[in-house]
């Protein structure tokens, strides 16, 4: 199977020039041949959305949301699985959450992670802690989704791992120097005490508060990093061979955007 990271420059916002940007990619990706689509940490917004509105309540919607659908769309016509992040509003509680919507091939959400290990201040002060670790079946494979700081707690992966997770998809806003060890060996740790492999999909992209300029999008196969992307905002393609559970790729197959 073919998936594709979108390794783009989305942290700044706002919705509108990100969903542009994502469209792009999902586009590039499916022609390309892939099947899953996956997208960085509140993708949809920006990662740094709230920061702009410091001295007023922000206001988050319900997802999918109207400005959501033409993704879930895209997905359906053209059958791919999209890993889309946002911000969202729960329903029922009203509680604000940093999740990942799966999408699936008929453009209908097949399930979501919200982030547990969600970080104080502005930038995520914003975010209830997400309260389950539950894989989603994407058709017949079970993926797990950890969001970024997710991975930092190793036992989030060894959770994900025993209720059947065969591949753990991380959404990331982590740019090197974020925290005293650099995220690849959080990263690692996850991929050998949980035995799974970590797709991990990073952004880019130089902001006032942090730069992701240089942070890293990799495949992680047996605690070992095997593909390894940083840079101008691309499309990472690469094979997956579930049965085998590794990837014969020694690179990404990287578009330009």
Not at 56 to 62: D, L
Not at 230 to 242: N, T
Request: charged share 20%; glycine share 8%; net charge negative.
């Amino acid at each position: 199977m073919k998936v594709a990271l979108l390794h783009v420059d989305v942290s700044g916002g706002p919705a509108s020039r990100n969903l542009d940007i994502l469209a792009n990619g999902i586009q590039l990706a499916a022609q390309a041949g892939a099947k899953w689509i996956v997208t960085p940490e509140t993708a949809v917004q920006g990662y740094f959305f709230a920061c702009e509105r410091e001295t007023k309540p922000i206001s988050v919607a319900v997802q999918p949301s109207t400005a959501v659908r033409p993704i879930q769309q895209l997905a359906a016509m053209r059958q791919t699985t999209v890993f889309l992040c946002c911000a969202e509003q729960d329903e029922v509680s009203g509680k604000y959450y940093n999740s990942c919507l799966v999408i699936g091939p008929d453009g209908q959400v097949l399930g979501r992670h919200r982030k547990k290990q969600a970080h104080s201040g502005v930038s995520e002060g914003w975010a209830s802690k997400g309260e389950h670790l539950e894989p989603i079946q994407c058709g017949d494979i079970t993926a797990g989704v950890l969001i970024c700081a997710d991975t930092w707690y190793e036992e989030n992966a060894i959770a994900m791992a025993d209720k059947g997770a065969e591949v753990i998809v991380v959404p990331a806003a982590w740019p090197p120097g974020g925290c005293d060890d650099p995220p690849e060996n959080a990263w690692k740790k996850a991929s050998a005490v949980s035995g799974r492999p970590l797709w991990v999909c990073n952004q880019t992209g130089k902001q006032e508060r942090l730069d992701f300029s240089q942070a890293l999008s990799t495949v992680i196969v047996g605690g070992e990093m095997r593909l390894e992307y940083s840079g101008k905002p691309a499309v990472l393609l690469f094979d997956w061979d579930f049965k085998e559970q590794c990837t014969p790729s020694n690179s990404f197959r990287v578009e330009k955007l």
